[in-house]
T-cell receptor, first 117, second 113 residues
Framework: DTGVSQNPRHKITKRGQNVTFRCDPISEHNRLYWYRQTLGQGPEFLTY????????KSRLLSDRFSAERPKGSFSTLEIQRTEQGDSAMYLC???????????????FGQGTRLTVV | GEDVEQSLFLSVREGDSSVINCTYT??????LYWYKQEPGAGLQLLTYIFSNMDMKQDQRLTVLLNKKDKHLSLRIADTQTGDSAIYFCAESTHGGSQGNLIFGKGTKLSVKP
């Protein structure tokens, strides 16, 4: 396993277009997270899955954003009608709940950089 | 609301110790983390500390937690040029599940040879 994989690495889109990103977590990990990071800021939590269930969503996740994890493996994050303010790095992370309820490390992917022009 | 604050820049000479500081506001934080981000790379977990601990040491890294003052620090001993990166402090109130981490803006560490 090569770790958390995100595709594409870069995406440039015109304002108003829809975009979809994919995240492939580490294969044995049942938890998957999406974060957004803008320039000069720390990552901001967007949403979290345990298996296929979406358990938590941030207020940052507007109606234009939707995330899925249909089979409890890979996940997609779709942004509809993109706006310039959506330009950011979108980070995916995964972890396993099997190591107990504390100190479970989340492994991050390298992210998808979105530029909306 | 929840907030995590860090100084934005730190510059040290190779071989010196680096101390990166962080303050947080949520007294119910259960775990506090330090992440490292190198250019073009994802986040790497360096270490974490549970809120009932005062100190944790892991090789060159020492984490100190002052829960009363809500202050967390990361000390890197014998800093090397390879330690140059952005270091993020983060807190979690969701046990250790890391379902929802609150990150600071990051401290950019520059190590001069």
């Amino acid at each position: 396993d090569t770790g958390v994989s995100q595709n594409p690495r870069h995406k440039i889109t015109k304002r108003g277009q829809n975009v979809t990103f994919r995240c492939d977590p580490i294969s044995e990990h049942n938890r998957l997270y999406w974060y957004r990071q803008t320039l000069g800021q720390g990552p901001e939590f967007l949403t979290y899955f345990q298996n296929e269930a979406q358990l938590e969503k941030s207020r940052l996740l507007s109606d234009r954003f939707s995330a899925e994890r249909p089979k409890g493996s890979f996940s997609t994050l779709e942004i509809q009608r993109t706006e310039q303010g959506d330009s950011a790095m979108y980070l995916c992370a995964s972890s396993s709940s099997d190591r107990g309820s504390w100190g479970t490390e989340a492994f991050f992917g390298q992210g998808t950089r979105l530029t909306v022009v | 609301g929840e907030d995590v604050e860090q100084s934005l820049f730190l510059s040290v000479r190779e071989g010196d110790s680096s101390v990166i500081n962080c303050t947080y506001t949520d007294s119910s934080s259960t775990y506090l983390y330090w992440y490292k981000q190198e250019p073009g790379a994802g986040l790497q977990l360096l270490t974490y500390i549970f809120s009932n601990m005062d100190m944790k040491q892991d090789q060159r890294l020492t984490v100190l937690l002052n829960k009363k003052d809500k202050h967390l620090s990361l000390r890197i001993a014998d800093t090397q040029t390879g330690d140059s990166a952005i270091y993020f402090c983060a807190e979690s109130t969701h046990g250790g599940s890391q379902g929802n981490l609150i990150f600071g803006k990051g401290t950019k560490l520059s190590v001069k040879p």
